[in-house]
């Protein structure tokens, strides 16, 4: 079993930055990928950004690129998720994920991951 912690999050003016950060700890392994999903109310989580542990790999949601940045401590087993410019459209709750063997095609698909945070709310008010 592997737990998450998230940390950071809340309510922010539209253009403001936040950072959210997930720790990992349990059953973690040297080949963990983790991931930052979102959901809106009403709707299905969506994928935000990912990176992967082994050469720190990062992958972006479109709506994200460029303004939202993944970072990783591989000591402390845990991912960051710096977001700039934030936008009143960016209200979500935040959700961390973690998978020890995840393959590339699954990178973006949030049924792939097998552990999940608790969730952390975002609030862009414009």
């Known amino acids: 079993q592997v737990q998450l912690t998230e940390s950071g999050g809340g309510l922010v003016p539209a253009g403001g930055s936040l950072r959210l950060s997930c720790a990992a700890s349990?059953?973690?392994?040297?080949?963990?990928?983790m991931g930052w999903f979102r959901q809106f109310p009403g709707r299905q989580r969506e994928f935000v950004a990912a990176?992967?542990?082994?050469?720190?790999?990062?992958y972006y949601a479109d709506s994200v690129q460029g303004r939202f940045f993944i970072s990783r401590d591989n000591a402390k087993i845990a991912t960051y998720l710096q977001m700039n410019s934030l936008k009143p459209e960016d209200t979500a709750v935040y959700y961390c994920?973690?998978?020890?063997?995840?393959?590339?095609?699954?990178?973006?698909?949030?049924?792939?991951?097998?552990?999940w945070g608790q969730g952390i709310q975002v609030t862009v008010s414009s």
């Open positions: 994920a973690y998978d020890n063997a995840l393959i590339l095609s699954s990178i973006r698909v949030g049924e792939d991951y097998d552990y």
């Open positions: 349990g059953q973690t392994s040297n080949s963990y990928t």
């Open positions: 990176i992967r542990r082994r050469g720190g790999h990062t």
